[in-house]
């Protein structure tokens, strides 16, 4: 099978320009001007950009356990609708996907009914309560990723260091939630006037940054490669900057949600603006889009977390945290932070697509020949009007619903086949 994608703006080798893409099989088998193919089916693509996939390293998928908030199936469609083609899912499901079986499970689930590639993080410790490091060896044979126990924080330093030890020894990055707990208390939202305006208890930044500096500590003792989820202060990218200046494996994501919104957001106690880290401050939020334009912060991820209605519609303290992100993260990227001239429309393609790909060992995203047919299409002058009818995720707990951002996702192509197309 052929197919030929023509008279797009497409994202290679660093920039965008008029180019045509011939995809044979799962392949692409040729990126150049005027291609013509008479066996071929035809995308026109004209009016429209073409970049590589986009490729989202910290999700929830909440399958096995949890698939009343989300599945497989329905977590892989919902990234198809963004324009995602690969994905990494995290481990706290139920039960958590610390041992062999349950990796097989995920991975053979989504390779027969996945709209977008999964790969597998699997909790560093069993069950992710920080009490004894999990099968790594096993788990990396049968083809984990990474390792994490994503949602928990290992509070335990010596334990910590024995597990970036033995990650080490099978070459796999260990991701962490920065969070000590007894810094973080009952805290709701970040620590600050708006917490005393809303009577909500406060979560410092502090809770976050210590683990950070002592997570760097350990990496650097244990020759590790750490990579920090969701980064959220301006000390905190700080302490990466100065990590990376010194020649240290350390790289960090920030959400589309930490870059574009903050603290403020809370005020009206909608529980989809509840997350953690919580939404920060103006000069927190400034410090994350000067990280991501300079490098510091690696790549952008956005911790998709499903929650059900029933559950985001309790008073605020009694709401889990966390919102969806899969279809809404680059219209929200693209209408808040590209059109303003704030970030420049390669480098949120080269964060939410290649050097994601790159961090994790995954296959090279780059649209080349020979590389893998995930291909993301965007009609960046319509418009994503985000209501539950849009959403495709079982969930529907995001800040932007009833919004209307800019660009929609017109086709997704994973290996070739179309796994999205607008209608």
Excluded at 118 to 142: D, F, N, Q, W
Excluded at 151 to 173: E, H, I, S, T, W
Excluded at 194 to 210: F, H, Y
Excluded at 250 to 266: D, Y
Aim: hydrophobic share 40%; charged share 25%.
């Amino acid at each position: 099978m052929k197919t030929l994608i023509k008279n797009g703006m497409v994202y290679h080798e660093g920039h965008i320009r008029k180019l045509d893409i011939l995809i044979e099989d799962t392949l692409i088998s040729k990126v150049g001007s005027l291609i013509e193919d008479k066996e071929s089916k035809v995308i026109d693509a004209k009016g429209k950009h073409v970049f590589p996939g986009f490729v989202d390293i910290h999700a929830h998928l909440r399958d096995p356990g949890h698939t009343y908030k989300e599945d497989i199936v329905s977590g892989t469609h919902a990234a198809a609708h963004g324009g995602v083609t690969s994905l990494c899912a995290m481990p706290n499901t139920e039960p958590v996907v610390d041992n062999i079986a349950t990796v097989d499970y995920v991975q053979r689930r989504a390779k027969d009914l996945g709209y977008a590639k999964v790969y597998v993080i699997a909790a560093m410790t069993k069950e992710s309560l920080g009490k004894e490091i999990s099968e790594m060896a096993t788990m990396k044979a049968g083809g984990i990723v990474g390792v994490s126990d994503d949602g928990n924080c290992v509070q335990d330093a010596k334990l910590m260091l024995n597990g970036m030890r033995y990650a080490r020894n099978f070459d796999l990055p260990v991701i962490i939630h920065a969070e000590d707990y007894s810094l973080a208390g009952r805290g709701q939202i970040n620590a600050g006037i708006v917490a005393t305006r809303l009577g909500l208890n406060g979560l410092t930044g502090l809770a976050e940054e210590t683990i950070i500096a002592r997570d760097i500590m350990l990496a650097e003792a244990a020759g590790a490669k750490l990579h920090i989820a969701h980064i959220s202060t301006a000390h905190s990218i700080e302490m990466v900057r100065d990590a990376k200046e010194r020649g240290l494996d350390v790289s960090c994501e920030v959400t589309p949600h930490h870059l574009i919104l903050t603290e403020e957001a809370c005020l009206g106690y909608d529980t989809n603006t509840k997350m953690k880290p919580p939404l920060r401050t103006e000069a927190d939020r400034q410090a994350c889009i000067r990280g991501l334009i300079d490098g510091t912060i690696d790549c952008i991820a956005t911790d998709h977390a499903p929650h059900a209605d029933f559950e985001k519609s309790r008073e605020f303290d009694r709401a889990p945290f966390g919102i969806i992100g899969f279809e809404t993260a680059f219209p929200a990227l693209y209408q808040y932070l590209v059109k303003p001239g704030i970030v420049v429309l390669e480098r949120i393609i080269e964060a939410y697509s290649l050097i994601p790909a790159q961090l994790m060992g995954l296959p090279d995203n780059n649209i080349k020949r020979g590389n893998a047919a995930d291909i993301t299409i965007v009609d960046l002058q319509d418009e994503s009007f985000i209501t539950e009818e849009f959403i495709l995720s079982k969930s529907k707990n995001t800040p932007w619903l009833n919004q209307t951002l800019a660009s929609k996702i017109i086709y997704t192509i994973m290996d070739g086949k179309i796994s999205w197309q607008e209608d």
